[in-house]
C-alpha cells in the first residue's frame, strides 16, 4: 500500500511542479476538481456552498485527495502479484487528469503536460519500488528458508526502505515547490505598475449617521469580503499580457489593454454586491467603494447596434460566461467595469485585472471576475453558464434584511438591549424595516443615514420586553413599496426569500 502511495505522491508532486510553470490550473487534482465542479447538478452546489460556504473548494480537493489515496493503496496492493497491470493503472490515473484538461477551457501542449508527466513518474517510481520486490524474489527472499545469508536480506531491505524514502522525499519535494512556484508565479495584482487614476466623479460621501455602533461594518474589508466562482484557482493574470476585447452587435469593436482602460474616464461609487447563493440571513453579500469605466462610457465608444438584448462577458475562470440584460448596463445606472476596490488596486481573488459591477442585479448575471471578452449580443445567440444550468436569465436583487446583533442562542447585553442588522435592495434602496418579536405585531426598527438606493442600510432596535428566551424576525420595505416576502425559497433559480429570524435571551 505504501509504494502506491507514494508513487502517487510523487506523481502529484511532480505534476503540481510542472504546471506552477506551465499552467496551475491544469495540475491533475485541479483538473479533476474543475470538471466535476462543471459536470455537478444544481442541487449538489446548492448544498456544497450551503454546507460548507468558502471551504467547499478545499473540501472538494480534499476528497479527491482521499479517493486517490484509496485508489494509490489498491494499486500498490496489486503491484506485488500484478505488477503490469498495476503500472497500467497508476499510469491511467494521468490519462484521467488529461482528459480532464482536454474536456475543460483552454486545452494546449501546456495544459496536458502536468497529467502525461504525473503518468510517467507514478508508473516509473511504482516500476522502481516493485523491481526491488522483483529481484528478491528471484532470489528467493519470497521464501524464509530460501538459502540466502541475513547480510544480503539486510542489504536487500535496506535498498527498498533507501526507495521508499527517496521516492517520499521526491513527492515532498516537489509538492513543496510547486506550492512555492505557484505563489511565486508572475501576475495578478502585484503586476500592475500603474497608480490608479482619479476619478472624473467621486462617491458620494458616507453619511456619518449610516454606521451604526457595534453592528456590521458599513463598508466591507477586501479580506473579508466574500468570493463565489467556479475557480479552483484564483487566476493571476499579468496585467502587461492582459487585453479586453470589447465586440458583437457593435459598430466600432476595440481591444483595450490594462493601460488603455486606466485611461479612460473613470467613476467611484459605494455598492453592495450580492451573490444569488446567500441563504436567508447569509453572509455572501458585501459593501465596497468601486473604481472603474462607466459602461455608458463604453457604450459611446463602440456605438451598440440595433436589437441587442444582452451583454455577454467572458472570464479566465473556467470558461465562465455570464449574461447581462443590456437594458441594466444602458438606463443610467451605475454599470462599471471595475479596477479598483476599496481605494486599491483590485485583488485577485476578486477579479483583477477587471471585472463587471451592475447594480440591481445578482453577480450571477452581473459581476464577471476576471473579465476577458464583453459581447453585445441577443439571449438567442448566447446562454451563459448559469443559464445552461437552469439558473434564473434575469436575477434582479430581492428585498432583503438580516439580524446581526444579537447573534443568534446569544443574550442581549443588559445594559444595551440592541437588536441591530442591515437591509438591502440594491437600484431601488430600503424605506422601511420592521421587527418582530415572538410572532406579535411589527415594530418599526430605527434606520441609520441613507447612503444611496444602491447601498444597504443599516438598522436598530432597542427591546424592551420581558427577559427570557425570545424570537425575533426582521422584514423589510423598499422604497417602491415592496415587502419583504415571509414565504421560504432556496436560492435556486433566483435567489432565497423569507425572514431572517433568530433566538435570543434577554437578561434580567
Not at 28 to 38: C, E, K
Not at 319 to 333: F, K, L, W
Not at 472 to 477: F, G, L
Request: with cysteine.
Amino acid at each position: 500500500m505504501l509504494t502506491g502511495v507514494l508513487s502517487a505522491a510523487a506523481a502529484i508532486g511532480t505534476s503540481h511542479l510542472v504546471a506552477a510553470f506551465t499552467m496551475p490550473s491544469a495540475s491533475p487534482l485541479i483538473a479533476v476538481g474543475s470538471t466535476l465542479i462543471d459536470a455537478a447538478p444544481t442541487p449538489a452546489k446548492e448544498f456544497a456552498v450551503r454546507q460548507f460556504g468558502t471551504y467547499d473548494k478545499p473540501i472538494l480537493i480534499s476528497g479527491i485527495g482521499l479517493a486517490l489515496l484509496v485508489l494509490a493503496s489498491l494499486i500498490g496492493l496489486l503491484a506485488w502479484r500484478h505488477r503490469r497491470l498495476a503500472l497500467s493503472a497508476i499510469g491511467a490515473l494521468g490519462v484521467v487528469g488529461v482528459i480532464a484538461v482536454v474536456i475543460g477551457p483552454g486545452a494546449g501542449w501546456r495544459g496536458l503536460l502536468p497529467s502525461v508527466v504525473a503518468g510517467v513518474v507514478g508508473a516509473g517510481a511504482l516500476w522502481g519500488l516493485t523491481a526491488v520486490w522483483s529481484r528478491r524474489s528471484s532470489a528467493g527472499l519470497a521464501d524464509p528458508s530460501a538459502a540466502m545469508t541475513e547480510a544480503n536480506r539486510r542489504r536487500a531491505r535496506r535498498g527498498f526502505l533507501l526507495g521508499l524514502g527517496a521516492t517520499g522525499a521526491l513527492a515532498a519535494a516537489t509538492g513543496t515547490s510547486g506550492a512555492l512556484a505557484a505563489r511565486s508565479r508572475p501576475g495578478g495584482a502585484g503586476s500592475s505598475r500603474l497608480p490608479l487614476p482619479t476619478p472624473t466623479s467621486a462617491a458620494a460621501p458616507i453619511p456619518s449617521g449610516a454606521q451604526v455602533p457595534g453592528n456590521t461594518g458599513f463598508l466591507t474589508s477586501i479580506a473579508d469580503f466574500y468570493r463565489v466562482d467556479i475557480s479552483l484557482v484564483t487566476p493571476r493574470v499579468p496585467a502587461e499580457d492582459w487585453t479586453l476585447t470589447i465586440d458583437g452587435m457593435v459598430d466600432r469593436p476595440i481591444t483595450l489593454s490594462y493601460a488603455d482602460l486606466l485611461a479612460l474616464p473613470m467613476i467611484e461609487r459605494t455598492m453592495t454586491l450580492t451573490c444569488v447563493s446567500n441563504e436567508v440571513g447569509g453572509r455572501y453579500v458585501g459593501n465596497a467603494r468601486w473604481l472603474g469605466v462607466p459602461f455608458a462610457e463604453i457604450i459611446e465608444r463602440i456605438g451598440v447596434q440595433p436589437g441587442v438584448d444582452q451583454v455577454f462577458s467572458y472570464s479566465t475562470d473556467s470558461g465562465y460566461t455570464c449574461s447581462t440584460p443590456y437594458r441594466a448596463v444602458s438606463d443610467g445606472r451605475d454599470a462599471m467595469i471595475v479596477v479598483g476596490m476599496n481605494g486599491e488596486v483590485l485583488p485577485d481573488k476578486n477579479g483583477f485585472p477587471a471585472r463587471m459591477f451592475v447594480p440591481g442585479l445578482f453577480g450571477f448575471v452581473s459581476a464577471t471576475k476576471w473579465l476577458k471578452r464583453l459581447e453585445f449580443t441577443t439571449y438567442a445567440r448566447r446562454t451563459a453558464y448559469w443559464t445552461e444550468r437552469k439558473w434564473a436569465t434575469d436575477a434582479p436583487i430581492l428585498t432583503q434584511s438580516r439580524i446581526d446583533v444579537p447573534k443568534s442562542l446569544t443574550t442581549l447585553p443588559k445594559d444595551k438591549p440592541v437588536l441591530a442588522g442591515v437591509a438591502w435592495a440594491q437600484h431601488r434602496g430600503i424605506g422601511k424595516v420592521e421587527i418582530r418579536i415572538d410572532n406579535g405585531p411589527w415594530r418599526d426598527a430605527r434606520l441609520a443615514d441613507d447612503a444611496g438606493i444602491d447601498v444597504w442600510r443599516q438598522w436598530t432596535y432597542v427591546y424592551d420586553g420581558a427577559p427570557g428566551q425570545h424570537t425575533a424576525e426582521v422584514r423589510a420595505t423598499d422604497l417602491t413599496g415592496v415587502v419583504q416576502p415571509e414565504g421560504r425559497t432556496k436560492v435556486f433559480p433566483d435567489g432565497a426569500r423569507g425572514w431572517h429570524q433568530i433566538v435570543f435571551t434577554a437578561p434580567t
